[in-house]
């Protein structure tokens, strides 16, 4: 495993996702809660750009006629055929079967401020 720089934290924003190609691979970064998450950009299913696809919440149904919104921004649902992931596990939301792989993101704030941070994948 080696450690790849991809920008400072800052470049990162808040709910937002930015696709970056690293060693021919294609991943997508998401920050969620100040926490950034890189999905391979490739669906499990048929191979469609995946981090192309809708960021939602969970929407849950805790009785009849009962609806309601959870984990915001955490679902990543494929463009092609509607399948959803976790963007922080990359497992599909149904069953957890299923999944994208995921890389761990670290960010070094060694004497700057957290949004000067450095932040690298591992891959
Ligand atoms: S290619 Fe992603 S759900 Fe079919």
Redesign the pocket.
Known sequence: MTLHYIGLIADYPEKERKVIEINGKSIGIFRLQGKLYAVLNY??????P?CE?FVRPWLNSPAPGEFGYEREGEILR??????EFDIKTGCMVIDGKVRTKTYDVTVETFNVSEEDGKVYIKM
């Open positions: 669906c499990p299913h048929q191979g469609a995946l696809g494929c463009p092609w055929h509607q399948w």
